[in-house]
Nanobody, 127 residues
Framework: QVQLVESGGGLVQAGGSLRLSCAAS????????MGWFRQAPGKEREFVGG????????YYADSVKGRFTISRDNAKNMVYLQMNSLKPEDTAVYYC????????????????????WGQGTQVTVSS
């Protein structure tokens, strides 16, 4: 069992930065791949990016590549999403999620591949 709690959301102007944190409980945290998703009003939840269980590999959606960075600290049971050069279209509720789904050569990037979810944190980017 893994429980996830996000924090760090807020209101920021376009071009600004935010760092989201995801605190995980459970002794098996380091065995999970971790993902970040977001959901804007009226839209489906979408994959933002993810990080492998070891932290050695990261994956990003094209819409955030080069602006967002995901990292993790398994000793602290934490995952981070550093968001730079924010745009109004980044406005959404951001969720962290944990996955044990293993598909050779692929990183889990769909809702159904994640077993545990946080409650989400709101990010609003003003123009």
């Amino acid at each position: 069992q893994v429980q996830l709690v996000e924090s760090g959301g807020g209101l920021v102007q376009a071009g600004g930065s935010l760092r989201l944190s995801c605190a995980a409980s459970g002794r098996t945290f380091s065995s999970y791949a971790m993902g970040w998703f977001r959901q804007a009003p009226g839209k489906e939840r979408e994959f933002v990016g993810g990080i492998s269980w070891s932290g050695g590999n990261t994956y990003y959606a094209d819409s955030v590549k080069g602006r967002f960075t995901i990292s993790r600290d398994n000793a602290k049971n934490m995952v981070y999403l550093q968001m730079n050069s924010l745009k109004p279209e980044d406005t959404a509720v951001y969720y962290c999620a944990a996955s044990r789904t293993v598909v050779p050569g692929l990183f889990p990037s769909t809702f159904d591949e994640y077993e545990y979810w946080g409650q989400g944190t709101q990010v609003t980017v003003s123009s």
